[in-house]
């Protein structure tokens, strides 16, 4: 038995099966971690949803921002972008039984000394601390004020978290930190505009949110994906970028966590490039175990 965490898929089914193949991935016997953003931008987006929801019971799954916008859309609190590839999704038959089953997926997974999330955890938070915050999210995802959580979701403020914060200002302040988070100040003021390798000019003092040094978390291992400009770089031997840019021509990253070997499949138009010779092992770095 073998456990895999794969980046930000979007669609891009035909990378994954690839790389599921280069490791003889075998459901009845590993399991997939995802880290999100199973959908959009990518050309397979209803195929990509059904082919995880038919090995759900070897898939763990942590919900992207694009997840979340895809449930907003469906319940019709959201124009699609014009960007957005989720149109299939939307009129497939069995649409409800697949997006009842996305709704149900936690923001964390915690298991095998091993955290995943599709952003990161933000540095004043604490694993357990993060955690707890996100299961308020995933309640009132489960409940029903779902709806008017995915209507009010969207937005940049407020820009920091604290205690005090109450109803659906404060879910979407944690959603913000598990699902849009790259830069952020050393107390957590979050910057969501600039997503390049580099902070926008006149950002002020932020910097990626797992490079600030007396993160409450800093000892963990941490697998995330969302951010693509960094092309799984991030100079921190516990924390794994796993978005690597698929859906832009870059690659797809599976992480095997028994191992730390790190399987990328290079990419074009949302398929493998050149699958024969597509696929690139990296060793583990000596952090990885």
Known sequence: MATYAVGDIQGCLQPLKTLLRAVDFNPSRDVLWSVGDIVNRGPRCLKTLRFLFEMKDSLVLTLGNHDLHLLAVAAGVRKPSRSDTLEKILSAPDRDQLLGWLVQRPLIHREHGHTLVHAGIPPQWSIPYAIGRAREVETVLQSPDCTEFLRTMYGNEPNIWFEELAGMTRLRVITNYLTRMRYCTADGH?????????????????????????????EEKILFGHWASLEGCTDTPNIIGLDSGCVWGGALSLYCLDTGEMLRCRCRDGRARD??????RFLPTPASG
């Open 275 to 280: 699958e024969a010779d597509a696929v690139r």
């Open 190 to 218: 979050l910057d969501l505009k600039s997503k390049g390798p580099i902070p926008d000019p006149g950002s002020g003092d932020v910097a990626p949110w797992f490079s600030h040094p007396n993160r409450a978390a800093a």
